[in-house]
């Protein structure tokens, strides 16, 4: 509690600095008035990305509707931020198992940016912080994602899947699932998916 101290703090407070904004997190109801700073520290708060961070779209049987970095056409789940913030999911589990909520841990670096979407390859495979260590079940399973204190944040569940057609939320986050042929990788299903062939 030295006087440096304090002075320190006050002029972190007097600029808008971003440290002041990354030490409460949590602090939504100061996001009014949040400056660029504010809006570039991801939300870290498990609460807040319950009814705001959605399972958006789920491909479990790819060969050709799109491939991850190394070129390599795997299952994939679709996540959406419907928020202003962009949620930081390090800490966050997701499974495709009710039995086992655990089932893999998100690791730092894993970001839903505001109102947009971020794919996770369910490859089983160490590729990468956006790559999960199971695969999804073509013939039909669960996802679901959990907040680090083991809140519920959205689950789903898919039956059989044809190759190449995922199922995707109309409207995005909060419509029910339906088949899409015309697969919106990482991007919102927006029209794209309204027509099924
Ligand atoms: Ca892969
Ligand atoms: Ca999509």
Not at 144 to 171: C, E, N, Q
């Amino acid at each position: 509690m030295s006087r440096a101290v304090v002075l320190i703090g006050l002029c972190c407070a007097a600029c808008g600095g971003s440290d002041a904004a990354s030490s409460d997190a949590g602090a939504d109801g100061a996001r009014g008035d949040a400056d660029a700073a504010d809006a570039a520290a991801p939300d870290t708060a498990g609460a807040s990305a319950a009814g705001v961070l959605f399972i958006n779209e789920v491909m479990p049987s790819n060969t050709a509707a799109c491939s991850d970095a190394l070129g390599e056409f795997d299952d994939w789940v679709e996540l959406y931020n419907a928020g202003d913030a962009d949620l930081d999911l390090a800490g966050f589990t997701v499974t495709d198992d009710a039995a086992l909520p655990t089932k893999a841990v998100l690791p730092a670096g894993v970001v839903v940016p505001a109102h947009g979407t971020l794919l996770l390859w369910a490859d089983g495979q160490v590729q990468g912080v956006d790559h999960l260590s199971f695969k999804l079940d073509a013939a039909g399973e669960a996802f679901a994602i959990f907040a680090p204190d083991g809140a519920p944040i959205d689950a789903m569940t898919f039956a059989a899947a044809t190759t190449d057609v995922s199922f995707a939320r109309l409207p995005d986050g909060t419509g029910a699932f339906a088949p899409c042929a015309r697969a919106t990788c990482g991007a919102l299903n927006g029209a794209a998916c309204a027509a099924v062939p």
